[in-house]
DNA sequence: CTGTTAGCGCGTTCAC
DNA sequence: GTGAACGCGCTAACAG
């Protein structure tokens, strides 16, 4: 009497299957497998004995015959943040249809977790790539070109690589924020705060410099800089470099930032703040400046959310289409994967401008 | 002369390795996989030659023959859901440190949707399971069971299963909301709503009735209600049915819930919401009747965020570890792989109430 | 220390 | 319509 106990008995396999079916074990795999064509009688045997056996079908062998994995490998910056958690929902729901899952890494906007999460997922043999690289200019993305030059098909989200044309998709950035300080301007504003500018040893003290800057930065946080001068330029609004921050990309930075501004001997009369953190540590820091918004300054924050609606007063905001970001790259990517192949497109979803009440006039505020 | 552009040339393969260094593919497998002992000398001409060929494992393979895929699975209702996606961290987090990877499936609360997430799993052969379940009771939890028996070890995160004795990592969902309860009641309020109870067809007129509605109910949200209810019985209050909503678990409808408590003859004075989603409806309720926190009625929410912090007056919240709460599930889970068994453990970690603004004394409040 | 050989489980020719 | 045999790329046990 052997005492296996605990030892779980492992998956049966198709040859199992097929014995205890008394076929051979193509027949079976044919008729489990759902190809090449079968006997109604021994199908019915095969399918009976797989039931009482409770087989099921082991996926990597046969990925490992096939040579496609059906897994996509998702590259974000962090998993945890909102924003991407709604791209990578995005991406997982389209998956579930076309018969795909994914493998998630966070990468911390770091390249050199970057490129090992990329290589990683190569070696796992994913049928496919979405990254939302953090790699600013081309020379720094050789790992993305060579997935792709070997034969793993790469979709960017999110942020495009300046020098680099694969498939992308992405938000119109530039028209967001354009729009965005537009708005602020038709309500009679000109001096607009802008929150999360490029980071830089010394203040920036010339558009061009800020421009060069910003070739420098993550390619949406580029953009909508460009956006913010673009439309200071339409109106012939002199740029002011103290109106932007060149503090590190996080709340508290954002903050510092912004209370510099505020206490300006001129300040600024409205704030466009270009992602959640940055919204965030610019309402802190207008209310530890004792102010109080749109009364003494007007704000446009990015990246909606329901807590932007319940907020007294409700704050105004870009919104992004997260979830369509993610379905249209893992679309693009399975359509690729699938041999539909095209010109390398580049996919811009539009965001759009909600308003609500954190913005009027600059009549009242000070100076 | 061959003409096979745009083939890309198959990844090489650890007999190509040898073969180009002159050895046995078992040596090379050896120095590549780092096991067994090899010469230095030869080590030498087989990395030069993995280097020069580009070789990278097919992890596809090694996972075929050593059985293990060093890949986890992860099933949560809604990775697109903040708390989800935090707690989806902490497990990416903690297993990027252990060498795992992690695959995520969205269930959307769907017992059949987690049943065939945690089927695919099982065949794509992941070495253990992480589900935040959405099954009440045993009885719909056989596919849970049914992994482990079969030698799938499994921890449940964030709600555990009535009946089910397994590795379990929580919070302390009944403590969290008798705290938050009692604090209210410490200020004064004997009228205290609760947001998110459990969805009945008709109200629930008693105590025991509303118990045995919140058997039915997702384990955490179970728990809260049980702890409003003890806070309640331990002040000597009595328990109110009109003060319970019943409504859905979304957003508009907690709304509409609290909206019916705040036109009750007599309203309550605090409202205690077990949801980030109930706090957000509960604070729309609050406007839409025209009344203003703390001053009119208390409010604390649950999910700390942010924005809890910037809204005017600030929300005094619970916090749950989300983080923690991931990583300590992987950690257990990767421990159990790695045989280091235990006894089933239930791990419950505690949450924090932070006390900002939203709550005062009844004293102003209407009635 | 090294090379040979046998699987892992499945898909896929190829004869029967 | 059916079954035998081979290959995917790697690890592991066994000789030498």
Chains 1, 2 share one sequence.
Not at 154 to 162: E, F, H, S, W
Request: include cysteine; glycine fraction near 8%; hydrophobic fraction near 40%.
């Amino acid at each position: 009497m052997t005492t296996n106990r605990h030892v779980p008995a492992s998956a049966p396999t198709i040859s199992e299957v097929a014995k205890a079916a008394g076929v051979g074990r193509a027949t079976a795999a044919r008729t489990l497998g759902g190809y090449g064509s079968v006997g109604a009688e021994t199908r019915n045997k095969v399918e009976a004995a797989a039931l009482r056996l409770g087989y099921q079908t082991n996926e990597l062998a046969r990925s490992m015959s096939t040579g496609e994995t059906k897994t996509l490998g998702v590259v974000v910056a962090d998993i945890g943040n909102p924003f991407f958690a709604g791209v990578v929902r995005g991406i997982s729901d389209y998956c579930e249809n076309r018969g795909y899952n994914i493998v998630v890494l966070s990468t911390d906007e770091n390249v050199a977790k970057e490129r090992s999460a990329v290589e990683l997922l190569r070696n796992k043999r994913v049928d496919g790539l979405i990254v939302a690289s953090a790699a600013i200019k081309a020379q720094s993305a050789d790992h993305i070109s060579a997935a792709v030059k070997r034969g793993t098909p790469v979709v960017l989200v999110d942020r495009a690589i300046r020098g680099l044309d694969f498939d992308t998709v992405l938000i119109d950035n530039r028209d967001a924020a354009r729009l965005a300080v537009a708005h602020l301007i038709s309500h009679g504003h000109r001096r607009i705060g802008f929150v999360w500018g490029p980071e830089t040893a010394s203040p920036p003290v010339s558009v061009s410099e800020l421009l060069a800057a910003a070739e420098n930065a993550l390619w949406s946080d580029g953009e909508r800089l460009q956006g913010y001068l673009a439309a200071l330029f339409e109106s012939g609004i002199e740029f002011d470099a103290d109106l932007v921050t060149t503090t590190p990309k996080n709340r508290e930075d954002a903050e510092r930032g912004v209370a510099r501004m505020l206490a300006l001997p001129c300040r600024p009369t409205a704030l466009f703040a270009t992602e959640a953190d940055a919204t965030i540590g610019a309402l802190n820091a207008i209310r530890r400046a004792g102010l109080g918004y749109p009364r003494d300054i007007s704000l446009i924050g990015f990246d909606d959310n329901p807590w932007a609606g319940v907020i007294d007063p409700p704050l105004t905001m870009v919104s992004q289409p997260m979830l369509e970001l993610g379905q249209r790259a893992a679309e693009q990517l399975i359509n690729r994967i699938d041999g539909n192949r095209a010109e390398h497109s580049v996919d811009v979803l539009s965001t759009v401008l909600i308003e609500r009440s954190s913005v009027t006039g600059p009549l009242n505020a000070g100076e």
